[in-house]
């Protein structure tokens, strides 16, 4: 019989560690640098890119590999270190298919670089926090100067020489408020496959004059037993509140328009959660430990929110990458998400759509000893909450083999000036009664099978 193949791993590679030429107000990754007190410029040499690239193409037991370029900054390595990744792909690829994709903050794209992604087939993400007064609230440069201007160059950049791209929008205390004006401006500047990722950072284990400015970089540790979290967070986190409207209000200009057409990666995790199918991200995953991250120097940490001294797994030129990420110590990393679950959690009508949340997050104390629950479960489960009718019906029309898309003409259909009697006929043209239909009634029908 032939051997199991180990679970497929995915790698956040860091090239320029977390060199940067920002200086985003929230960016949790800058402290990497100072707590590890490395030797040198963060750069990955052509020891250890070679190295990995050779490694991580053996350790994936798929016909397709696909290769993560972040930061820090990516684009500081030039051109010609993504000459030499493409160099050694080709010599190590093994007969299967490679791809790339480099997430940017786009300030540093020239036609240069337009002409290598496209001809070379990157998929690029661009961070960008919505409109300019918006995105330039946090995201500055080391002079403390708006970068949006830069930002939309580089999306130009992109639309110029047709590299496919997506975006990436940190949700943060002061666009929170401004979903829809945000959801119309990326669909403006051409993305359709939006992430939303929700900033949580509380105060440094630096030392002030280390730490940098403020010294606001996070901690990912639990607060003393018993602090209030709004002491312990940054004031430029988003309020759980506020996350969970910024969502919901996304929501409602998706479902009612764009489904099918724009992909917002947290409602296609939460579909797949009520369609009884694993969540594709980790945060919402029962057990995480599958997206590792490695550094400049070739070290290798179990998730880039956990690339401190304490959690290295090793290093890739000692250790093969296949057997750091199945070594017992990520094992067990992945695993403590799903053990350390307190009842809370366990008992939650929407566990199988949460599974707790990312393990960083999970420092709001609750009565009883070690009971810690996310700082974000307000308002995951206001949105859980809210879409929960939509995704019923979204669920069940995957389930009877029809298109998700379809919800937004029976959303039509059945949204008549003045809502019908439970007795009239179905405005969507059914020939049935309205409670029989699309009324709440259908949607206990189109319920699919409880997610197991």
């Known amino acids: 019989m032939p051997a199991l193949s180990a679970p497929p791993f995915h790698v956040l590679t860091k090239p320029s560690g977390a060199s940067c030429n920002l200086d985003c107000t ?40 696909a290769f993560a370029w972040q930061g820090g900054e990516p684009t500081l390595m030039g051109i010609p270190f993504f000459e030499r990744v493409l160099h050694w792909q080709r010599i190590h ?7 790339n994709g480099l997430q940017t903050n786009g300030t540093l794209l020239n036609d240069a670089w337009g002409s290598f992604l496209s001809r070379h087939g ?9 409109p300019p007064a ?29 590299v496919e791209f997506n975006t990436l929008t940190v949700v943060h205390r002061r666009n929170a408020r401004h979903p829809a004006e945000i959801y119309q401006f990326l669909k403006k500047i051409g993305s359709r496959f939006l992430q939303f990722i929700p900033v949580v950072e509380r105060w440094s284990r630096l030392p002030a004059e280390e730490a940098g400015p403020a010294s606001r970089r996070n901690l990912d540790s639990p607060p003393a037993t018993g602090a209030d979290p709004s002491d312990a967070v940054t004031d430029w986190s988003v309020q759980p509140e506020d996350y969970g409207l910024f969502l919901n209000t996304v929501f409602d200009e998706w479902v009612h328009g764009d489904v099918g057409r724009v992909f917002v990666r947290d409602f ?23 997206a590792l991250a490695v550094e400049h120097n070739g070290d290798v940490y179990p998730c880039d929110h956990y690339v401190y001294p304490e959690w290295k797994l090793g290093n890739l ?15 067990r990393f992945g695993a403590d998400k799903r053990d350390t679950l307190p009842a809370a959690c366990r008992q939650c009508h929407y566990l199988f759509a949460c599974h707790g949340d990312c393990p960083k997050l999970r420092f709001v104390p609750l009565p009883g000893p070690g009971t810690r629950i996310s700082y974000l479960c307000p308002g995951r489960l206001a949105f859980f909450r809210h879409v929960d009718p939509y995704m019923q019906i979204m669920a069940g029309l995957l389930h009877r083999q029809r298109a998700p898309a379809e919800i937004m003409s029976l959303l039509r259909a059945c949204a008549p000036a003045a809502t019908p009697g439970r007795n009239a006929t179905c405005p969507c043209g059914s020939g049935h009664r309205y409670k029989r239909c699309c009324g709440a009634k259908d949607r206990a029908r189109l319920r699919p099978p409880p997610p197991r």
Not at 36 to 45: D, I, V
Not at 93 to 99: M, N, P, V
Not at 134 to 162: F, K, Q
Not at 271 to 288: D, K, Q, R, V, Y
């Open 26 to 65: 929230y960016c949790f990754y800058v402290e990497k640098d100072r707590l590890r007190r490395l030797p040198g410029p963060s750069r990955m040499s052509d020891a250890v890119l070679e190295a990995y690239v050779r490694q991580y193409i053996a350790s994936q037991d798929t016909p397709e590999v």
């Open 93 to 99: 690829h093994g007969g299967k298919t490679i791809r």
């Open 122 to 130: 990157f998929l690029v993400g661009i961070s960008i926090d919505g």
């Open 134 to 162: 918006l995105h330039d609230a946090y995201r500055v440069d080391r002079r403390r100067r708006p970068t949006s201007s830069a930002v939309l160059r580089g999306v130009e950049i992109l639309h110029r020489h047709r």
């Open 268 to 290: 296609d995790s939460t579909l797949a959660a009520w369609a009884g199918h694993p969540s594709p991200i980790c945060i919402a995953a029962e057990t995480c430990g599958n």
């Open 317 to 331: 030129l000692a250790t093969d990458l296949r057997d750091l990420a199945h070594s017992p110590a990520q094992r």
